[in-house]
């Protein structure tokens, strides 16, 4: 499902010559989003997902009601693992990718102080499973993953202990636990909160467990810029998205129903919920608990050798 969303936001977002570009204080309807940009204008590609919290969170951006004048965005949607390894060969200005890609990019890339998601001390990622069994039965078990550079699969790493895992689209996963092509997912986006209405049962909510032990946000995504950028581009591009962050905050029915496009079916108020969960007030700035929660969730990766070496942390924004 997600990936005829994907393809269908890919027919929206391009025209015949070329992706869309969206200018600063440009409207899709009066630019019909030219193809060229002008001599003076910079095209900056920024990649994110074609879900309802990215879209929500760029929705500002993407139709132009933010941005900064000389700088063009060219939007490329595609699922996080495909942004993951996109990032490993630099493909792209600034994307969202994983905490756990961070690791393997961070040469090349800096962290953009807005745009994470981060799992709180209710709610993250969560394994399930057809009937509930103890978190012990995970370890060496095979589970259905989104990716095996995705946050999600390092922070279960981390808690249960090497694991067998099937990579699959994420969409795909409720599917292959209910119908027992695998015995337990590993879930992201909404399936965190649709999975009990599958009739499966959470066997393990990963937020939760983070926040147990370490009293810090669990950090999933982000979004980072290339260090190669001028440092003036750097900086319009970490303000022009924290300003889209902003913008949907502040005017979020209009914003709500943009991301809607992208729920994949979900009705409005789960979609409102799920939003609500990962574009917040530490996604318009991770602040400080932000920054030691992507810190220590490095740290501990690294001294479980699941990460080469322990990336350096440089913020932006």
């Given at each position: 499902?997600?990936r005829?969303?994907?393809?269908?936001?890919a027919?929206?977002l391009s025209c015949?010559g070329?992706?869309?570009?969206v200018?600063?204080g440009?409207?899709?309807?009066a630019?019909?989003?030219?193809?060229?940009t002008?001599?003076?204008?910079?095209?900056?590609?920024v990649?994110?997902?074609?879900d309802?919290?990215?879209?929500?969170m760029?929705?500002?951006?993407?139709?132009?009601?933010?941005?900064?004048?000389g700088?063009?965005y060219?939007?490329?949607l595609q699922d996080?693992?495909?942004?993951n390894?996109?990032?490993?060969e630099?493909?792209?200005d600034?994307t969202a990718i994983s905490?756990?890609?961070?690791?393997?990019?961070a040469?090349?890339?800096?962290v953009?102080?807005s745009?994470?998601?981060?799992?709180e001390?209710?709610y993250?990622p969560?394994v399930?499973?057809?009937?509930?069994?103890?978190?012990?039965?995970?370890?060496g078990?095979?589970?259905?993953?989104?990716?095996?550079?995705t946050?999600a699969?390092?922070?279960?790493?981390?808690?249960?202990?090497?694991v067998t895992p099937?990579v699959m689209?994420f969409?795909t996963?409720?599917d292959?636990?209910t119908?027992?092509?695998?015995?337990?997912?590993?879930?992201?986006h909404e399936?965190?909160l649709t999975?009990?209405a599958?009739?499966?049962a959470?066997v393990?909510?990963?937020?939760?467990?983070?926040?147990?032990e370490?009293?810090?946000?669990l950090?999933?995504?982000?979004?980072v810029?290339r260090r190669?950028l001028?440092?003036?581009?750097?900086m319009?591009i970490a303000?022009?998205?924290r300003e889209?962050?902003?913008?949907g905050?502040t005017h979020?029915?209009?914003?709500l129903?943009?991301?809607?496009?992208?729920a994949?079916?979900m009705e409005?108020?789960?979609?409102?919920t799920?939003?609500?969960?990962y574009?917040?007030?530490?996604?318009l700035?991770?602040?400080?608990e932000g920054?030691a929660g992507i810190?220590h969730?490095?740290q501990?990766?690294?001294e479980?050798?699941?990460i080469?070496?322990?990336?350096?942390l440089?913020?932006?924004g």
């Amino acid at each position: 499902m997600a990936r005829n969303a994907a393809a269908g936001l890919a027919r929206c977002l391009s025209c015949p010559g070329g992706d869309v570009l969206v200018r600063a204080g440009m409207r899709p309807a009066a630019s019909k989003r030219a193809c060229v940009t002008q001599a003076s204008e910079r095209l900056v590609t920024v990649g994110h997902s074609p879900d309802s919290d990215d879209a929500f969170m760029f929705y500002a951006l993407a139709t132009g009601r933010v941005g900064s004048a000389g700088l063009v965005y060219r939007h490329l949607l595609q699922d996080i693992q495909t942004l993951n390894e996109w990032a490993r060969e630099e493909r792209l200005d600034t994307t969202a990718i994983s905490i756990h890609a961070y690791a393997y990019v961070a040469d090349r890339y800096a962290v953009l102080a807005s745009g994470a998601s981060m799992g709180e001390q209710t709610y993250g990622p969560l394994v399930v499973a057809r009937e509930a069994v103890p978190v012990s039965a995970l370890r060496g078990a095979r589970i259905a993953v989104p990716g095996l550079l995705t946050s999600a699969y390092l922070a279960l790493q981390l808690c249960v202990g090497q694991v067998t895992p099937v990579v699959m689209p994420f969409d795909t996963i409720m599917d292959a636990v209910t119908h027992g092509s695998v015995p337990y997912g590993l879930l992201i986006h909404e399936g965190q909160l649709t999975h009990a209405a599958r009739g499966l049962a959470c066997v393990l909510n990963l937020g939760a467990w983070w926040h147990e032990e370490t009293g810090l946000p669990l950090p999933l995504g982000i979004n980072v810029v290339r260090r190669s950028l001028p440092d003036d581009v750097k900086m319009h591009i970490a303000r022009d998205l924290r300003e889209s962050i902003a913008y949907g905050l502040t005017h979020r029915a209009e914003a709500l129903a943009w991301a809607l496009q992208y729920a994949r079916g979900m009705e409005s108020q789960t979609a409102d919920t799920f939003v609500g969960m990962y574009v917040n007030e530490r996604t318009l700035d991770m602040g400080p608990e932000g920054r030691a929660g992507i810190e220590h969730f490095l740290q501990r990766a690294h001294e479980a050798a699941l990460i080469p070496s322990l990336p350096p942390l440089d913020f932006v924004g």
